[in-house]
């Protein structure tokens, strides 16, 4: 369950209908936070929070553990994988995007994608295995046992190049006395001319400052062409070796998206009209990285939690008002962008707001905190949170250096990609 | 790395060897809260501990990770499965216990064990896994669904069975509000005539009033004959249909032990001198649940964390002895009995220390709380552990209750069993 179909479910609470909300994961997954349990700063049971537990209080919502594979001919239930159909009044596609290594050769196969919580763990497990390889054979740091390439300068390239850089020198140099962890490389790869695209010229300036300053090693204008098992080529022919490769390039519509025979954007996302929904299709919406809807001046959405978030609570409203409360249609979606913001690490991180606003450094720092803090689910995830980063803070220690599986379950791997959707059905109408 | 190799390496810190330790894992389990991973009470990453932050400050210790398979024909080397030979002056066998089913058809195949961090995720997630799918099917409460059989009535069995009816009572009611959850069952089969065999009459008396308060059915004089995927035949052809059943039955050495070619006991711990040395192989120590160590009576000492624990620091002086500190060699082992707790649920824990005194009720509980904070390795777990009881006690919550692997993965569902030997190599003589 993602950031669109929670805020889509919890806002339908007051609304007469039946609320189904359809997952291949029993659990909702904080994912601007991912790349931090990657890099053993928390713990992945904090970042996570149980679907059930966030509807428990809601008495018209219900949840199905389930993966959905399509919509059936007549448009009024799902399939699912296990064969069982799950009918629905209104549809609301939620199911997000998934990693798009845009054919890159072997970017599928050896490159760590970083979207779900077991690709998360996998990289951390990768990352640590790698080190506990040189530990037992220092040649391996020469074949780039412990260098990290990270491909994609956006905000979780950024983000987990700047955390990596800190677990190397103030954790892992601790932890592996014997190894010359000073040769320990982060490299991140970006192809266009600047990190933070997304940001001003001088907030991406700093970034790349504070990076540099942390060790990484930035390289603009440099296009992955290749990535193997023990490195990534680039487009200029420069070979880094690096052990682990991550994508952050990139994500592409899930491929549950191409399996409803709907009409896509490039980039797999379904074509919208101003109200969410699919065009003819009046009970099927859709929100978040899924929806291919657009600004006034017919930009596609960034494929954010804000702008999930924004769309679930839309389409929340006019589910309930087509249901007959609370008036007339609502006018068109419109995104309000309440500012972006990212870290780079201890006492760094940049910060703009749609007003013009900004702020780097220490308490651009801070702010980005709070506001994790407060936007994670759960009460008790909220305190471990805080508490894991103030002992990291204090202590320059990290917290879980796991090796607990070196890959993602097959299970996980080979399941079609994230579905959360919320089956929203009029109350009444429903059979059940 | 366990309990008794971890206390081991940690007491050759002043001693003038290098201590090498060797593990399969890369952290240090808490083995005796497992039990509560594998019923969301608390995080898998808050009862374990990377091996690498335990020795952080032991300048004379370092960690490699590999699965050993043995020893060197010539008594001076571990054998690792990556084909690497590891040389010592010294060894000391802590590689531990291992689930046995004592050959009852099924249960290697089908129940699930619990001595180890995947395996408590394993079962947390295939219980969950079997709530959702009886939620999306309720004909499958009448096959079982909701039942979980624990074989085994020892203290892992007791504590499981607990926390398993305060999960389903307190926690999953309302995580699944359309399932009936009354329907859930808990079913303790234990061979022997009572519970908790260890313990004084009245303390088994009140461990089976206090299960059975709690919704726990218990079955003594009961033995398990077979165990299938939807439930487990009992000796009296009785047929208790559960599609989980939790192995806590008993344990054997781990297959390392077989593979050293060394004399071994019923259960095949290795046999060892007074001093846990193997008789014969004077640089040779055996420490904790893979050491057939007896008291003065010939019996078998418990397999439980302090004993390893007491044998892990005196071989230890052992060693530090042998290379010329500190005086003549130690007496002979002697297992000093601090006593022994169990906790069946909220304010309920049993107590009972070697002097007689005996506890249980609420104070019992407190004290078994203490203690196990206490006991856990690091500050960061300590207080980690401490928040999620004050939590969970205040709120009538749980934790994690996230599926997320159903199985094991297979890397260590394949690799040979534990291994965490510390090898001690007597300074200035070790070649590197």
Redesign the interface.
């Known amino acids: 369950m993602g950031h669109g179909g929670m805020a889509c479910a919890q806002a339908l609470r007051r609304a007469p209908v039946d609320v189904l909300v359809v997952d291949r994961?029993?659990?909702h997954t904080f994912q601007p936070l991912l790349y931090q349990v990657a890099t053993a700063g928390l713990?992945?049971?904090?970042i996570?929070q149980?679907a059930?537990?966030i509807l428990?209080t809601q008495a018209n919502a219900?949840?199905?553990?389930?993966t959905v594979t399509g919509v059936a001919p007549d448009g009024r239930a799902l399939t699912t994988a296990d064969g069982?159909a799950i009918p629905f009044d209104a549809l609301v596609l939620a199911a997000g995007a998934t990693t798009a290594t845009f054919g890159v050769p072997g970017a599928d196969e050896h490159a760590f994608p970083l979207k779900s919580?077991?690709e998360a763990?996998a990289l951390r497990s990768h990352i640590?295995?790698r080190f506990?390889?040189a530990?037992?054979d220092p040649a391996l740091v020469d074949a780039g046992a412990l260098t990290v390439a990270v491909v994609g300068g956006g905000a979780t390239g950024v983000e987990t190049a700047g955390a990596l850089s800190e677990l190397f020198q103030c954790v892992l140099a601790?932890?592996?006395?014997?190894l010359d962890v000073s040769r320990a490389r982060v490299v991140l790869v970006e192809g266009g001319p600047a990190l933070m695209e997304a940001y001003d010229d001088d907030l991406r300036d700093y970034t790349r400052r504070a990076l540099e300053r942390r060790g990484v090693e930035v390289r603009l204008g440099a296009q992955a062409a290749r990535v193997a098992p023990d490195g990534v080529a680039l487009a200029d022919g420069t070979w880094v070796a690096a052990h682990t490769v991550i994508w952050a390039a990139g994500v592409k519509a899930v491929p549950l998206a191409g399996a409803l025979g709907l009409e896509q954007t490039r980039g797999g996302r379904l074509i919208v009209d101003d109200r969410l929904r699919v065009p003819g299709r009046e009970n099927l919406y859709v929100v978040g990285d899924l929806a291919g809807a657009t600004d006034a001046d017919g930009r596609l959405y960034p494929q954010v939690a804000q702008v999930a978030i924004q769309q679930g609570r839309y389409v929340a409203r006019a589910i309930t008002r087509a249901v007959g409360r609370g008036g007339p249609p609502p006018e068109p979606f419109v995104y309000r962008d309440p500012g972006m913001m990212a870290t780079i690490g201890r006492n760094a991180a940049i910060l703009q707001l749609a007003s013009g606003f900004k702020l780097r450094g220490w308490l651009a720092w801070l702010g980005w905190l709070l506001v994790h803090v407060v936007a994670l689910v759960g009460?008790?995830n909220r305190?471990?949170v805080l508490?894991?980063w103030l002992?990291n803070y204090w202590t320059y220690?990290r917290?879980?250096?796991?090796?607990?599986?070196?890959?993602p379950?097959?299970?996980?791997a080979d399941a079609p990609e994230g579905a959360a959707p919320v089956a929203a059905r009029t109350a009444g109408v429903a059979a059940e």
Do not use: M, Q
């Open positions: 994961h029993n659990y713990d992945v049971e904090n996570t149980p059930r537990h428990r219900d949840f199905r553990l389930a069982d919580a077991t763990l640590l295995e506990e390889a530990s037992a601790k932890d592996f006395p014997h009460f008790r305190t471990a508490w894991s002992y220690d917290g879980p250096r796991l090796i607990l599986t070196a890959r379950p097959a299970d996980d």
